[in-house]
Structures are given as C-alpha cells and as structure tokens.
C-alpha cells in the first residue's frame, strides 16, 4: 500500500487569503486525486492531477479557486485561493494502487481547514 | 448517475456484538467496491476491495460482502470493540467520461460503548 503524507494536517485562516497543501507519496504514481469533505458531509472529488499536464477539474470546481500542480510523480499540491468560511473543509490527497493495478484507493490523513 | 447510500447514517451498540453495516448503490455497471474507516478529522483507511468479479473478502474480524445484481454490499463487523468506534464508508469505482472514478456513500457513524 502507499503512504501518503500532507502538509499542514490543519490550519486556521482568514478569510480572502490562499494556503496551499502539499502530498508526498512514497512511490511513483501517474495519477493524484484531490478530494474535499465538508463538515458532515462524504468526500467529493475535486480534480485528477496527471504529471506532466494540466489537472482535470470535476463539475463545480474550477482552476482559479484550485490551482493544482504535479511537479513529479511522487508530488502534488492543492492551492485554496481567495477562501471564505464555505471553504472551510478536509482536503485529502489519494491514489491509486498502481503497483498491483487492482484499484484500490490510499488517502493521506488529510489537511482540516478552517476558514474564519 | 451512480448514488451511494449507506444505512444507517448512526449505529451505537455494545461492545462484543456483532453486527452490519449496509451500502447500495443505484447502478451495477461498477469495477470495485471499497470500505473505508474514518476517524474523527482524520484520513480514510482502507478497510476492504472487493472487485467486481469478486462476491466477498474477509480481514480479521471484518467480511464484506458484493451483490452486484441487486446493488448492495454489506460490511460484517464480528465482536465489536470500543476502538472500531468510527464512520465507516464505502465507496463504487465505476466509469465516467473514459475513467474510473470512485463516488462515496455518506457513511455510517459507529459507537461501539465498553
């Protein structure tokens, strides 16, 4: 299984300000998922981060507000930009089982955002 | 659209008894099924993949189940402890757009009382 690792685990912004998370993963993997759970809510995928191109964004979610970036193939960052309390949420970054191509899904522990 | 229901949405038991969780899901057309565990702010861990052509998978004390044709499965909880308190999800892997992707039922929020 992979190990994944984000940064922050949580953080306590202002509103109209940017943070971005960061996800480490301990081998090479073509695909990054970035998904957003709000509070009592389940997980919602926000955008597929490919190395080497531009991530793909699902319906409602959009570049500007989550710019997202994949440097390499163990590396990938979510940037909240101009947040408001609505962003308030858990970010998690996941992959996929490559390794055994079974599909199996890995998460981060995820990075808590609240948003004041 | 695939739609990912988990009942009960809250489940508060003894310690040591048995018992399931549900998951249905509205399409069968899916290529896996996994359970996931969540503690409170934390990250999912991944419980159990059961793949499309696979009817169960057993860890420990857990055993999950697959009907694709009626579009459930279930998660067998033997002897509940007080440590498995937790929300407890599944999630289908099913084609969109040329992809796979995996759509999350809303979870189930287990408290298992010493």
């Known amino acids: 299984s992979a190990v994944i690792s984000q940064k922050p685990s949580r953080d306590i912004c202002q509103r109209g300000t940017s943070l971005t998370i960061q996800c480490q993963v301990d081998?090479?993997?073509?695909?990054m998922f970035w998904y957003r759970q709000q509070p009592g809510q389940s997980l919602t995928l926000i955008a597929t981060a490919n190395q080497g191109s531009e991530a793909t964004y699902e319906s409602g979610f959009v570049i500007d507000k989550f710019p997202i970036s994949r440097p390499n193939l163990t590396f990938s960052t979510l940037t909240v930009s101009n947040m408001s309390p609505e962003d308030s949420s858990i970010y998690l970054c996941?992959?996929?089982?490559?390794?055994?191509?079974?599909?199996?899904?890995?998460f981060g522990e995820g990075s808590r955002l609240t948003v004041l | 659209k695939q739609e990912v229901t988990q009942i009960p949405a809250a489940l508060s038991v003894p310690e040591g008894e048995n018992l399931v969780l549900n998951c249905s899901f509205t399409d069968s057309a899916i290529y896996n099924l996994q359970w996931f565990r969540q503690d409170p702010g934390k990250g999912l861990t991944s419980l159990l993949l059961?793949?499309?052509?696979?009817r169960e998978q057993t860890s420990g004390r857990l055993n999950a189940s697959l009907d694709k044709s009626s579009g459930r499965s279930t998660l067998y909880i033997a002897a509940s402890q007080p440590g498995d308190s937790a929300t407890y999800l599944c999630?289908?892997?099913?084609?969109?757009?040329?992809?796979?992707?995996?759509?999350f039922g809303t979870g189930t929020r287990l408290k298992v009382l010493a």
């Open positions: 081998s090479q993997v073509t695909m």
């Open positions: 999630a289908v892997s099913a084609a969109t757009s040329g992809t796979y992707k995996y759509i």
């Open positions: 059961i793949q499309s052509s696979q």
């Open positions: 996941s992959v996929e089982d490559e390794g055994r191509n079974t599909g199996e899904l890995f």
